[in-house]
C-alpha cells in the first residue's frame, strides 16, 4: 500500500528522524493558513508547495514550486490542487492533485554548503535480507546517477536477525564523507529509518533527497513509504492511511470482494484461481494471438457473488473483446463455478464478447454438462491447448 509524503514523514519523525516539517493543504485558502503559522513558528517567508500523488518525479512535472511569500503559497497550491499531474511515473494519463503538502525551506538562502544523499531500504528476496541503499548523488536525477555511474550507488545487506549493526552505519556515514556532527546525525538519521522500515512492516522506505544542512542537521526532505499489505492486519492505524482516490477504481472495487485484480492493457479478460495459474492463463493468451487485459484471481473460494463481481469488473474495461475462465477445482468444486457462471451470465445479462470457460479438476466432467446445457453462448473448452484455439478463434471472428 503506497501512502503520501506527509504521512511517511509523520511516521519518519515518530521514531525520531529529523524531517522537513511541513502539513498538508486541500485548498489555497488553508495554505495560506498554514504558511502563516509556518511563519509564526519557523521564522522563514519561504516555503515549498509539493503536489501529495502516489509517484515520483513531480518536480519534472511542475508538482514541487518555491512560494516566497505566504500569499505565494496560497496562489501556487490554488493552482497546483486540481491540477492533472504528469510525471515520469504517472505516464501520460497523470494523476489529479487533491491534496498540497506546505513544507518548511529547509534550503538556507545562500548556502552553498548543504549536500544532498540517496538513501533507501528494500528487501533482496534472493538473499533474505534487507538492503540499505546510498549515494552521494541524491536529487531528482538519481535514475541518472544509477544508469551513467552506478559505481556511485552503494549498498550494505542488513541481516533481520541482528538489525542494523553500528558499524554498518559508521560505514555508510563515513562513504558519504560526513563528519563530526554531521557524523554523529546520520547514525541518528540511519537508525531512525530502520526502525521505521521494520515497525510499520515496510516493502520500501526511499528518502530522496536526505539534506546535509550548512549546520550540520541531516533531514527527510522527502519520503516514499510502500506497506506490505499482508501484514495491515497488525497495523490498523496505517491501514487507515490509505487513499482509495490515488488507486484504480476498478482495483479499489475488485478488493470489496477479495479478488486479487490488476489492469492491464490487452484485448481478452482473464478469470483464473491462483496466481500460477493465472500466469499460465496469460501465456497462453499470448499464444493465442491475443493479450491479457487483466490479472484477476478469484481465490479459492470461488462462488455465485464473486464469479459476478468478477464478470462486472472485466466487462468495465471497454478494450475486452473475449472473456477466458480457467478454475481448477481443488479447494473449490468446478460444478460450484459452473454454477456461478451460469447464475452470474444470467443476473448481468446479455454479454456481447466471447466467453470461453476450462473448469478442470473436482467435479470437472458435472461443470462442462452444466455449462453445456445452460442455453447460454458460453463456450466450453477442457485443455489448456483447446481453450488457447478457442481464444484465437474468438478473436480473429472480430
Same mark, same amino acid.
Given at each position: 500500500?503506497?501512502?503520501?509524503?506527509?504521512?511517511?514523514?509523520?511516521?519518519?519523525?515518530?521514531?525520531?528522524?529529523?524531517?522537513?516539517?511541513?502539513?498538508?493543504?486541500?485548498?489555497?485558502?488553508?495554505?495560506?493558513?498554514?504558511?502563516?503559522?509556518?511563519?509564526?513558528?519557523?521564522?522563514?517567508?519561504?516555503?515549498?508547495?509539493?503536489?501529495?500523488?502516489?509517484?515520483?518525479?513531480?518536480?519534472?512535472?511542475?508538482?514541487?514550486?518555491?512560494?516566497?511569500?505566504?500569499?505565494?503559497?496560497?496562489?501556487?497550491?490554488?493552482?497546483?490542487?486540481?491540477?492533472?499531474?504528469?510525471?515520469?511515473?504517472?505516464?501520460?494519463?497523470?494523476?489529479?492533485?487533491?491534496?498540497?503538502?506546505?513544507?518548511?525551506?529547509?534550503?538556507?538562502?545562500?548556502?552553498?554548503?548543504? *549536500? $544532498?544523499?540517496? #538513501?533507501?531500504?528494500?528487501?533482496?528476496?534472493? &538473499?533474505?535480507? /534487507? !538492503?540499505?541503499?546510498?549515494?552521494?548523488? +541524491?536529487?531528482?536525477?538519481?535514475?541518472?546517477?544509477?544508469?551513467?555511474?552506478?559505481?556511485?550507488?552503494?549498498?550494505?545487506?542488513?541481516?533481520?536477525?541482528?538489525?542494523?549493526?553500528?558499524?554498518?552505519?559508521?560505514?555508510?556515514?563515513?562513504?558519504?564523507?560526513?563528519?563530526?556532527?554531521?557524523?554523529?546525525?546520520?547514525?541518528?538519521?540511519?537508525?531512525?529509518?530502520?526502525?521505521?522500515?521494520?515497525?510499520?512492516?515496510?516493502?520500501?522506505?526511499?528518502?530522496?533527497?536526505?539534506?546535509?544542512?550548512?549546520?550540520?542537521?541531516?533531514?527527510?526532505?522527502?519520503?516514499?513509504?510502500?506497506?506490505?499489505?499482508?501484514?495491515?492486519?497488525?497495523?490498523?492505524?496505517?491501514?487507515?492511511?490509505?487513499?482509495?482516490? *490515488? $488507486?484504480?477504481? #476498478?482495483?479499489?472495487?475488485?478488493?470489496?470482494? &477479495?479478488?486479487? /485484480? !490488476?489492469?492491464?492493457?490487452?484485448?481478452? +479478460?482473464?478469470?483464473?484461481?491462483?496466481?500460477?495459474?493465472?500466469?499460465?492463463?496469460?501465456?497462453?493468451?499470448?499464444?493465442?494471438?491475443?493479450?491479457?487485459?487483466?490479472?484477476?484471481?478469484?481465490?479459492?473460494?470461488?462462488?455465485?457473488?464473486?464469479?459476478?463481481?468478477?464478470?462486472?469488473?472485466?466487462?468495465?474495461?471497454?478494450?475486452?473483446?473475449?472473456?477466458?475462465?480457467?478454475?481448477?477445482?481443488?479447494?473449490?468444486?468446478?460444478?460450484?463455478?459452473?454454477?456461478?457462471?451460469?447464475?452470474?451470465?444470467?443476473?448481468?445479462?446479455?454479454?456481447?464478447?466471447?466467453?470461453?470457460?476450462?473448469?478442470?479438476?473436482?467435479?470437472?466432467?458435472?461443470?462442462?454438462?452444466?455449462?453445456?446445457?445452460?442455453?447460454?453462448?458460453?463456450?466450453?473448452?477442457?485443455?489448456?491447448?483447446?481453450?488457447?484455439?478457442?481464444?484465437?478463434?474468438?478473436?480473429?471472428?472480430?
Amino acid at each position: 500500500m503506497n501512502i503520501h509524503e506527509f504521512q511517511g514523514k509523520s511516521l519518519l519523525k515518530a521514531y525520531n528522524v529529523d524531517i522537513q516539517e511541513g502539513f498538508v493543504a486541500e485548498t489555497a485558502d488553508q495554505a495560506v493558513m498554514i504558511a502563516r503559522q509556518m511563519q509564526e513558528k519557523f521564522g522563514t517567508g519561504y516555503f515549498v508547495v509539493k503536489a501529495q500523488i502516489h509517484a515520483g518525479g513531480r518536480g519534472k512535472g511542475g508538482g514541487v514550486k518555491l512560494a516566497k511569500s505566504v500569499d505565494e503559497a496560497g496562489i501556487i497550491a490554488g493552482r497546483m490542487l486540481g491540477m492533472n499531474l504528469v510525471t515520469p511515473q504517472t505516464g501520460p494519463a497523470g494523476r489529479k492533485v487533491n491534496k498540497v503538502l506546505i513544507a518548511q525551506d529547509v534550503y538556507y538562502p545562500g548556502d552553498a554548503k548543504h *549536500e $544532498e544523499f540517496y #538513501v533507501s531500504l528494500l528487501l533482496n528476496r534472493k &538473499s533474505g535480507r /534487507y !538492503v540499505l541503499m546510498y549515494s552521494s548523488e +541524491g536529487g531528482m536525477d538519481i535514475e541518472q546517477v544509477a544508469e551513467k555511474t552506478p559505481g556511485l550507488i552503494f549498498t550494505e545487506e542488513i541481516s533481520p536477525l541482528t538489525g542494523l549493526q553500528p558499524f554498518q552505519a559508521r560505514k555508510i556515514a563515513f562513504k558519504l564523507g560526513l563528519s563530526g556532527t554531521a557524523f554523529k546525525n546520520m547514525l541518528k538519521f540511519l537508525e531512525g529509518i530502520y526502525e521505521t522500515f521494520i515497525s510499520c512492516d515496510a516493502q520500501l522506505l526511499e528518502i530522496n533527497p536526505v539534506l546535509k544542512t550548512s549546520d550540520d542537521r541531516v533531514l527527510a526532505v522527502d519520503c516514499k513509504l510502500i506497506l506490505d499489505d499482508n501484514a495491515l492486519y497488525r497495523h490498523q492505524e496505517l491501514a487507515q492511511m490509505r487513499d482509495i482516490n *490515488e $488507486e484504480d477504481p #476498478v482495483e479499489v472495487e475488485a478488493g470489496k470482494y &477479495s479478488l486479487n /485484480y !490488476v489492469r492491464l492493457d490487452g484485448n481478452v +479478460g482473464c478469470m483464473v484461481n491462483g496466481a500460477g495459474l493465472a500466469m499460465a492463463t496469460m501465456d497462453i493468451i499470448k499464444l493465442s494471438g491475443g493479450s491479457p487485459a487483466n490479472f484477476l484471481d478469484v481465490g479459492g473460494g470461488a462462488n455465485k457473488d464473486t464469479v459476478e463481481a468478477g464478470f462486472r469488473i472485466i466487462l468495465k474495461d471497454p478494450a475486452v473483446k473475449a472473456i477466458l475462465i480457467n478454475i481448477f477445482g481443488g479447494i473449490v468444486r468446478c460444478d460450484r463455478v459452473a454454477n456461478g457462471v451460469v447464475e452470474a451470465y444470467k443476473s448481468i445479462g446479455e454479454i456481447k464478447v466471447p466467453v470461453i470457460v476450462r473448469l478442470q479438476g473436482t467435479n470437472a466432467t458435472e461443470a462442462k454438462e452444466i455449462i453445456d446445457k445452460s442455453g447460454l453462448s458460453v463456450i466450453s473448452a477442457t485443455s489448456f491447448r483447446e481453450a488457447a484455439e478457442k481464444v484465437g478463434a474468438a478473436l480473429s471472428s472480430k
